[in-house]
């Protein structure tokens, strides 16, 4: 068989979660709570089951869900959307992203890609038939060079994919990186895909300058959204795309024929529980507290911390301490110390490896305690 995807083999979140259930090792690699999520939102589901919420819901999702949706944007970022029109909710961000690029991109597009990136959007460009344009953000800020970007901009780009806070860095997107981008998107036909999982997980007091805030950058964008960040079920596999109407109108036509509707009980829970708004407006400070807990914890190991400001991860550097590859270091990691992390390595397309692996600080204090310990006695 030939392959559409030759270069691609199993996600780094599935090789080191099997690694580190095969060793038994605490699994600070792939992003989710250890912690349990809130009973009032399980109750909730299964209420809904009971009450009968067990069959297809509409395709482009549960309307009191699209509309408690629509309450929560214009309650954080002023913006109104029409929820008939501009949210379809999906499994996943993951899915959103892929639905959005599948929805545009055709054979020979290219698409403006930072790396590291998350390790789906380069493939779900390929997939389609796109050519990914890759562009380092300088290390070790995790910024964007965006003389870089406009240099890379040919008649050909048709899309820029953007990701704050960021996965695996934890950088976060600045007002002026808002206006560079509005510079070079305006006056062209470039799509942007804004990959906002982490909306909720922002630290250090900065805002999350959420694309939803910027109605001229909107008019192009698909902005993604999951509720498993932010309710700790990641597993769960909910969330949203938020895009204007046209846009909307080409996400549905994929999505409406690779997932049809999305989980009705879920969908139905989330509708009333979405109105609570102290479950997110705490977020910040709760995960804030675990990254900083984990920071102190991390000093007593030779490890240096790359400061991440939103996200579940914090990366740190052995640049100091060891020439190993990340990735022979992380399989190391788990087999000699039991602990999981994950290769930022993996997060390029060429494998660049700056010595740099990343830690998901989203876990009970004990958890990261034991961690922490573990790594101190390992054998760089
Ligand atoms: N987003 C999660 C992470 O970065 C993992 C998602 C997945 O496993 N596909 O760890």
Request: net charge neutral; proline share 5%; aromatic share 12%.
């Given at each position: 068989?030939?392959?559409?995807l030759?270069n691609?083999?199993?996600t780094i979140?599935?090789?080191m979660?099997?690694?580190?259930?095969?060793?038994?090792?605490?699994n600070?690699?792939?992003?989710?709570?250890?912690?349990?999520?809130?009973?009032?939102?399980t109750?909730?589901?299964?209420k809904a089951?009971?009450?009968?919420?067990?069959?297809?819901f509409?395709?482009?999702?549960?309307?009191?869900?699209?509309?408690?949706?629509?309450e929560?944007?214009?309650?954080?970022y002023?913006?109104?959307?029409?929820p008939?029109?501009?949210?379809?909710?999906?499994p996943?961000?993951?899915y959103a992203?892929?639905?959005?690029?599948?929805?545009t991109?055709?054979?020979?597009?290219?698409?403006?890609?930072?790396e590291?990136?998350y390790?789906?959007?380069?493939?779900?460009?390929?997939?389609?038939g796109?050519?990914?344009?890759?562009?380092?953000?300088?290390?070790?800020?995790y910024?964007?060079?965006?003389e870089?970007?406009?240099?890379a901009i040919t008649k050909?780009?048709?899309?820029?994919?953007?990701?704050?806070?960021?996965n695996?860095?934890g950088?976060v997107l600045?007002e002026?990186?808002?206006?560079e981008?509005?510079k070079?998107?305006?006056g062209?036909?470039i799509?942007?895909?804004?990959?906002?999982?982490?909306?909720?997980?922002?630290?250090?007091?900065?805002p999350?300058?959420?694309?939803?805030?910027?109605?001229e950058?909107?008019q192009?964008?698909?902005?993604?959204?999951?509720?498993g960040?932010?309710?700790?079920?990641?597993g769960?596999?909910i969330?949203?795309?938020?895009?204007?109407?046209?846009l909307?109108?080409?996400?549905?036509?994929v999505?409406?024929?690779?997932c049809?509707s999305?989980?009705?009980?879920?969908?139905?829970?989330?509708?009333t529980?979405?109105?609570?708004e102290?479950?997110?407006?705490?977020?910040?400070?709760i995960l804030?507290?675990?990254r900083?807990?984990?920071?102190?914890?991390?000093?007593?190991?030779?490890?240096?911390v790359?400061?991440?400001?939103?996200?579940?991860?914090?990366?740190?550097?052995y640049?100091?301490?060891?020439?190993?590859?990340?990735?022979v270091?992380?399989i190391?990691?788990?087999k000699e110390?039991?602990?999981?992390?994950?290769p930022t390595?993996?997060?390029?397309?060429?494998?660049?490896?700056?010595?740099?692996?990343r830690?998901?600080?989203?876990?009970?204090?004990?958890?990261?305690?034991?961690a922490?310990?573990r790594?101190?006695?390992?054998?760089?």
């Open positions: 068989m030939i392959s559409k030759p691609v083999g199993t979140f599935t090789v979660s099997a690694l580190a259930n095969e060793h038994k090792a605490i600070l690699g792939q992003g989710f709570p250890d912690y349990s999520m809130s009973e009032a939102l109750e909730l589901v299964t089951m009971k009450d009968g919420f067990n069959q297809y509409p395709m482009a999702g549960y309307p009191p869900l699209l509309e408690a949706i629509t929560k944007v214009y309650r954080l002023g913006t109104q959307l029409d008939k029109q501009e949210i379809t909710i999906t996943g961000g993951t992203i892929y639905s959005a690029i599948t929805a991109i055709n054979k020979g597009d290219e698409v403006i890609v930072f590291p990136a390790d789906s959007y380069i493939p779900n460009i390929e997939v389609n796109g050519i990914a344009i890759r562009i380092p953000l300088r290390h070790p800020s910024s964007i060079d965006w870089a970007v406009r240099l050909k780009t048709k899309m820029i994919i953007i990701n704050s806070p960021h695996p860095t950088a600045r002026n990186d808002i206006e981008l509005r070079i998107v305006t062209t036909n799509y942007i895909v804004s990959d906002e999982v982490y909306e909720h997980l922002i630290y250090d007091n900065l999350h300058l959420s694309l939803l805030k910027y109605p950058l909107m192009r964008t698909f902005i993604c959204f999951s509720f960040k932010i309710y700790n079920c990641t769960w596999k969330g949203y795309c938020i895009a204007p109407e046209p909307t109108k080409e996400f549905r036509k999505h409406q024929f690779n049809f999305v989980n009705s009980p879920i969908q139905a829970a989330l509708a529980h979405l109105k609570n102290e479950e997110y407006r705490n977020l910040s400070l804030q507290k675990k900083d807990y984990f920071r102190e914890l991390m000093t007593v190991t030779p490890l240096k790359i400061p991440s400001h939103g996200s579940y991860f914090e990366l740190y550097s640049e100091r301490l060891s020439t190993e590859k990340e990735a270091l992380a190391r990691l788990v110390c039991g602990v999981a992390v994950i390595s993996a997060f390029y397309q060429d494998a660049t490896d700056n010595k740099v692996i830690f998901c600080f989203a876990k009970k204090e004990s958890t990261l305690e034991e922490v310990n790594i101190g006695k390992f054998k760089w």
